[in-house]
């Protein structure tokens, strides 16, 4: 099995900055991508960056410039640095991770965090 710890959600206000963390543990031959989505009230689940193993990365177009997605693959973890935060960024933030536990499977298997409260208001 394979356990998706977040942290750093919260509060704060408009333009205010926050960082979410990710830790991936359990069985982990290998992290292939990892990412993180958001949802919003009434809204469907969205991806909001992504970032593979070689480095690649990827944002929703409404975050570009704001948001920035970093990864240590020793400690098997993801962050996503948020500035300029919006009302609209408000949204329970999930981590993603595409783990492959062992050597014996070529194929990844898809893990989920619990999910953390970004909340953005004045």
């Known amino acids: 099995q394979v356990q998706l710890v977040e942290s750093g959600g919260g509060l704060v206000q408009p333009g205010g900055s926050l960082r979410l963390s990710c830790a991936a543990s359990?069985?982990?031959?290998?992290?292939?991508?990892m990412g993180w989505y958001r949802q919003a009230p009434g809204k469907e689940r969205e991806l909001v960056s992504r970032i593979s193993s070689g480095g690649s990365i990827n944002y929703v177009d409404s975050v570009e410039g704001r948001f920035t997605i970093s990864r240590d693959n020793p400690k098997n973890t993801v962050y996503l640095q948020m500035n300029n935060l919006k009302p609209e960024d408000t949204a329970v933030y999930y981590c993603n991770a595409e783990v492959v536990p062992s050597p014996y499977f070529s194929v990844a298997s898809n893990y989920w965090g619990q999910g953390t409260q970004v909340t953005v208001s004045s």
């Open positions: 359990g069985n982990i031959f290998r992290i292939d991508a």
